[in-house]
C-alpha cells in the first residue's frame, strides 16, 4: 500500500463542517422534505438567512483576505485598487447602455466564479495526489460536467422559472436539439470519474476523502437544485450555502494561520469576524432596497424615508457602484486560492 497523506488544509474537523458538508447536507435536507421546498417561495426569513446573511455576506469576506491584511494588501496594492477603480466604471457604461445586458453579463460573471470555485477547492484536495496527466484531465472533466451540464439544462428549460439575478438574465435556447447528447456525456463522464477511482483504489487502496466528498456534493447540489427541482426556493438554498460558507470557511482558515500577523480569526474573534460581514452585508441590501428593489421593506424598516430612482442616469451610477463589491469579488477570487504564493500564509 502507498503510504498517502489526506490533504486536509488545516483542521480537518473545520473543513468538514465549513468546507465539505454545505454541498451535501442542504440536499439531504431538501430529499428528506421535498413537499416543503416545492411548496414554498423564498419568503423573508429564508431570504434573511440565505442572501443576506451568507451571499452577500460572503462578498465581504474578500475585505479580510486581501484589503485588511497589511502585508497582503501592501503586495497586490495596485492591482487591489485597479480593479474596483476599472469595474465601476465599465459597470456605469454598460449599464446606461442597456440596463438588461448589464444584469446578463453579471449573471454570467457570477455563473463562472461559481463553477470556478469548485475546481479551485478540487485542485487544492487534489494537490497530494500521486497523478497522471490522465487523471488530472479526469478530474477536471468531472467538476466541471457537474456544474456545466445543470447550467446548460437552466439555458434549455428553465429560464424564465429560474433567474440568478433578474427574471431573463440567461439566454433562453430553448427548443435546441442536445437534451440527450448533453445527458449522456454528462453521465459518461461520471462514469469515467467514478471508473477512475475505482481502478486508483484498487491499485493503491488510496481514498483522497475531501476530493472525494467535494466532486460527489458539486454533482448533488447542481444536478439537484437546478435539474431536479425547478423552485427558486431550492435553487437558492443549494446554491447559496455550497458556495458562500465554504468561501467563509477558506477566508478562516486562511486568517488563523496569520492570527500572529493581524487579525486574531480564532474561535474568540468569530463575533467580530461575522458581525462585520453582517452590517456591511444589511447596509448593502438596505441601500439597494432604498434606491432599487424596494421588496424588503419588512427587513429595512429604517431604509424608506428616501423615494425610489427612476432616472436611468441615476440608476446607471447607483446600480454599478451597489454591484461593486460583488464584480470586485469575483475578479480577485482567483488570489483566494494562491496560498503556495503568498509568503505569509502558513497553511499546509
Keep these: 500500500m502507498i503510504?498517502?497523506?489526506?490533504?486536509?488544509?488545516?483542521?480537518?474537523?473545520?473543513?468538514?463542517?465549513?468546507?465539505?458538508?454545505?454541498?451535501?447536507?442542504?440536499?439531504?435536507?431538501?430529499?428528506?422534505?421535498?413537499a416543503y421546498f416545492l411548496n414554498h417561495d423564498v419568503s423573508?426569513?429564508?431570504?434573511?438567512?440565505?442572501?443576506?446573511?451568507?451571499?452577500?455576506?460572503?462578498?465581504?469576506?474578500?475585505?479580510?483576505?486581501?484589503?485588511?491584511?497589511?502585508?497582503?494588501?501592501?503586495r497586490y496594492k495596485r492591482t487591489l485598487i485597479l480593479i474596483p477603480v476599472i469595474a465601476s466604471g465599465a459597470g456605469i457604461a454598460l449599464h446606461y447602455y442597456s440596463a438588461a445586458l448589464f444584469w446578463r453579463v453579471l449573471a454570467y460573471v457570477a455563473a463562472y466564479h461559481f463553477v470556478r470555485q469548485q475546481y479551485g477547492f478540487m485542485r487544492l484536495y487534489s494537490r497530494y495526489d500521486p497523478?497522471?496527466?490522465?487523471?488530472?484531465?479526469?478530474?477536471?472533466?468531472?467538476?466541471?460536467s457537474a456544474t456545466l451540464y445543470p447550467l446548460t439544462y437552466w439555458h434549455l428549460h428553465l429560464t424564465k422559472q429560474l433567474s440568478w439575478f433578474v427574471e431573463g438574465d440567461f439566454i433562453a435556447l430553448q427548443g435546441f436539439p442536445a437534451d440527450n447528447i448533453l445527458l449522456v456525456t454528462y453521465l459518461a463522464i461520471l462514469a469515467l470519474y467514478i471508473s477512475k477511482e475505482i481502478v486508483l483504489f484498487t491499485r493503491s487502496r488510496i481514498v483522497n476523502i475531501p476530493k472525494t466528498l467535494?466532486?460527489?456534493?458539486?454533482?448533488?447540489?447542481?444536478?439537484?437544485?437546478?435539474?431536479?427541482?425547478?423552485?427558486?426556493?431550492?435553487?437558492?438554498?443549494?446554491?447559496?450555502?455550497?458556495?458562500?460558507?465554504?468561501?467563509?470557511?477558506?477566508?478562516?482558515?486562511?486568517?488563523?494561520?496569520?492570527?500572529?500577523?493581524?487579525?486574531?480569526?480564532?474561535?474568540?474573534?468569530?463575533?467580530?469576524?461575522?458581525?462585520?460581514?453582517l452590517l456591511l452585508a444589511y447596509l448593502e441590501e438596505g441601500l439597494w432596497d432604498l434606491f432599487v428593489w424596494r421588496d424588503h421593506t419588512d427587513v429595512f424598516p429604517f431604509f424608506t424615508s428616501l423615494p425610489e430612482i427612476s432616472s436611468h442616469v441615476l440608476l446607471s451610477i447607483v446600480v454599478p457602484l451597489l454591484v461593486l463589491p460583488q464584480i470586485t469579488h469575483y475578479v480577485l477570487d482567483g488570489f483566494i486560492w494562491r496560498f503556495s504564493r503568498d509568503r505569509n500564509s502558513h497553511i499546509e
Design 3 to 34: 503510504s498517502y497523506r489526506q490533504p486536509w488544509l488545516s483542521n480537518r474537523a473545520q473543513e468538514i463542517i465549513f468546507i465539505l458538508a454545505p454541498s451535501l447536507l442542504p440536499v439531504l435536507i431538501v430529499l428528506t422534505f421535498p
Design 44 to 74: 423573508s426569513l429564508w431570504w434573511v438567512v440565505l442572501v443576506l446573511c451568507i451571499d452577500v455576506s460572503h462578498v465581504y469576506s474578500t475585505l479580510f483576505r486581501l484589503y485588511w491584511d497589511r502585508p497582503t494588501f501592501q
Design 131 to 144: 497523478s497522471s496527466r490522465a487523471t488530472r484531465v479526469i478530474d477536471t472533466l468531472a467538476i466541471y
Design 214 to 277: 467535494i466532486v460527489a456534493g458539486t454533482y448533488a447540489s447542481w444536478y439537484v437544485g437546478i435539474v431536479l427541482f425547478q423552485g427558486d426556493l431550492v435553487f437558492t438554498l443549494l446554491n447559496v450555502v455550497a458556495h458562500g460558507i465554504p468561501y467563509m470557511g477558506l477566508i478562516w482558515i486562511y486568517g488563523e494561520h496569520k492570527a500572529r500577523h493581524a487579525f486574531s480569526f480564532t474561535w474568540r474573534g468569530v463575533l467580530i469576524f461575522a458581525g462585520v460581514l
